[in-house]
């Protein structure tokens, strides 16, 4: 009998073409690797999920997610996954009720890799109070990608409030975050090695349905909400201030951000406004329900502060400055302004492309 080389060992363990060619070696890793940790929930391996609903509105959103490395600080793509998709529900008051994962598999990742993915999929999803209850594996031949990407979406429940969304702002809310900024970006580029530095944090990695549900089970008036990913902070207000037409005023150093993500930022020429995050949100309220709503945010982060508020476009920025807040001549429709420690306002621009590509 012939014995065993070292490569068939090699073989074994790590992702084959025919993982992903419908055949014995789809079927076993089907059975032995993805049954076990989801299902499937209704009993029946099918081409479709089934699963009872209570009846009212509901809230669906897909992701798909491209980390690299897989596993950072903090995290890996898979708890990335299911976070990132259960945050995207939280942002509209939606609880996640399902989930679809799909795994996109480069030829020759190591099955440890993928296992403990898997394993964390399965215990971030647990934690979340959410089912993966279908899916799809591929695989793609190697060198066609970086070992891993995953697609997820989510179904979610919504509450029977007044939808929560950027319609919804109105000049006098108040703006909050939920924590400090730029930690996952940071995070993500430093355990890439390719930049020569080194830094201690990891990930802000969290899901945010806690803090919402916390929010919204206080009766406090939400107008909207939005998830800190990529682009960061200066993304998400842009958009909010675009899409209703109003001007978002901003205190800079009202923005928490921690001193080791300002000296990376500084280090490598990029704005910890555009940082990405993974565990962050911006929160839109009446000014009267702020101080209400940040005691709320801080019990899940200490961090969490007001930053800003919201105006009428084209109305002046701030009369009780005096000589030293020197405003912008004309204020466009739609425009965030930064001002800074010394009075000074700057409007807020998009820089063009990502900052850096593939942290979230």
């Known amino acids: 009998m012939a014995s065993a080389s070292p490569g068939d060992s090699e073989a074994i363990e790590r992702v084959q073409l025919g993982h992903g060619g419908g055949g014995s070696l789809s079927q076993q890793l089907i059975a032995e690797l993805l049954v076990p940790a989801f299902g499937p929930g209704d009993g029946v391996l099918h081409d479709a999920a089934t699963f009872k609903a209570d009846p009212g509105p509901l809230a669906f959103s897909t992701d ?27 942002m509209v008051g939606a609880r996640p009720l399902a989930l679809s994962l799909a795994l996109i598999l480069e030829e020759g990742l190591a099955m440890g890799t993928l296992r403990q993915v898997v394993a964390s999929i399965r215990t971030a999803a647990a934690a979340c109070g959410v089912p993966v209850l279908t899916g799809d594996t591929k695989v793609v031949e190697r060198g066609k990608g970086d070992g891993l990407y995953i697609t997820t979406s989510g179904v979610g429940s919504l509450g029977p409030g007044p939808a929560i969304g950027p319609p919804a702002v109105r ?37 945010l349905l806690p803090s919402v549900q916390a929010l919204l089970g206080q009766g406090l008036e939400v107008h909207a909400l939005r998830d800190l990913t990529r682009g960061g902070l200066a993304s998400a207000l842009f958009e909010i201030a675009r899409d209703t037409g109003l001007l978002l005023q901003i205190e800079e150093e009202a923005v928490p951000i921690a001193p080791a993500v300002t000296s990376a930022c500084e280090l490598l020429g990029l704005d910890p406004l555009a940082m990405a995050n993974e565990g962050r949100l911006v929160l839109f309220l009446p000014a009267a329900e702020a101080a209400q709503a940040l005691a709320v945010l801080q019990g899940f982060q200490p961090e969490a502060a007001i930053i800003g508020a919201v105006a009428d476009a084209g109305m002046p920025g701030d009369s009780e400055s005096g000589a030293g807040n020197r405003l912008l001549p004309a204020i466009a429709r739609g425009t965030v302004l930064l001002r800074n420690a010394y009075g000074v306002q700057r409007r807020l621009t998009l820089g063009q492309g990502e900052q850096l590509p593939r942290i979230c």
């Open 171 to 207: 000049p006098g809310d108040a703006i909050l975050v939920s924590g400090d900024l730029g930690r996952h970006g940071v995070a993500i580029l430093a355990a890439r090695h390719e930049l020569g530095f080194r830094t201690d944090l990891c990930s802000d990695l969290a899901s």
């Open 64 to 90: 798909a997610y491209v980390v690299r490395p897989l596993i950072f600080p903090g995290g890996d793509i898979g708890r990335l996954a299911v976070i990132g998709t259960v945050n995207d529900l939280a």
